[in-house]
């Protein structure tokens, strides 16, 4: 889908990917209210996507008369209530007993050339500006930790047979503890929001090449057809933003 509102353009799209067989991920692309959000689900069986979609559906009712500090306490506050209701309601309730009901989230909202990302997990996001790529969020995942603790390269921190467990995401445990950063957004700025399923099928290069691209439509179809060229083991969910 692609949309445009005021000063902004994006489009998102998601993708089963060749081996899942079914797609717990989810996107949200809402220019009107400046909010954008991609989630990927975990638990298994229907466990997954119902967390996901939970997530994108809760979070849509945003209200879009708070300003922007607002409606960041209000997106804090919607995802505090989420992870209690899918760490102690619906966990406990899984088809196994081990089975954590959850999902990662990264959301980013606007208003004027302000903005602002919450994450939890390894759903990434990124900006190009000026002819580089930045990577705004960093995961929450056991192979960042062994990078910043224990001194790892990335090429050996990935060869951990953990590197890819998550220590946040909604209703993966009773306290979520949220990232935040803020900054502002200038014209030409394009932004990227994804689920791990398409940053680890693609080089960097890679992505920034696809964001140089004219549109988000563009660019979007560019990164999909990327992945879908290669084994896309996992669902791919990506928004595209532009200013």
């Known amino acids: ?60 009712e945003l209200p879009d008369f708070l300003d922007l500090d607002q409606q960041v306490d209000w997106l804090r506050s919607t995802l505090h209530s989420l992870n209690r209701h899918l760490a102690l309601d619906l966990t406990v309730h899984a088809d196994q007993p081990e089975t954590i009901v959850g999902s990662t989230v990264v959301a980013l909202l606007a208003r004027g ?17 000026g002819g580089r790529l930045f990577q705004l969020s960093h995961d929450h995942s056991f192979m960042e930790e062994l990078i910043r603790d224990q001194r790892m390269s990335p090429a050996e921190a990935a060869r951990h047979p953990s590197a890819r467990a998550l220590t946040r995401a909604i209703g993966a445990h009773e306290k979520l503890d949220l990232d935040m950063i803020r900054f502002t957004v200038y014209p030409g700025d394009t932004l990227l929001l994804c689920s791990d399923g398409l940053y680890q099928s693609l080089l960097p290069d890679t992505i920034g090449a696809a964001m140089n691209l004219p549109s988000p439509s563009l660019a979007l179809q560019r990164l999909f057809n990327q992945c879908l060229a290669g084994p896309a083991r996992d669902n791919i969910s990506a928004v595209v933003i532009r200013r």
Not at 10 to 24: H, P, Q, S, W, Y
Not at 113 to 121: H, R, S
């Open 1 to 60: 889908m692609a949309a445009t509102s005021g000063s902004w353009r994006c489009a998102a799209r998601t993708d089963t990917g060749k081996v899942r067989a079914r797609n717990e991920d989810a996107f949200l692309a809402l220019p009107e209210l400046g909010l954008w959000i991609v989630a990927d689900g975990m638990g298994g069986h229907q466990n997954g996507d119902l967390a996901s979609r939970l997530i994108v559906e809760r979070l849509a």
């Open 113 to 129: 050339d302000q903005a602002c990302c919450l994450w939890a997990g390894d759903s990434r996001c990124y900006m190009w500006r």
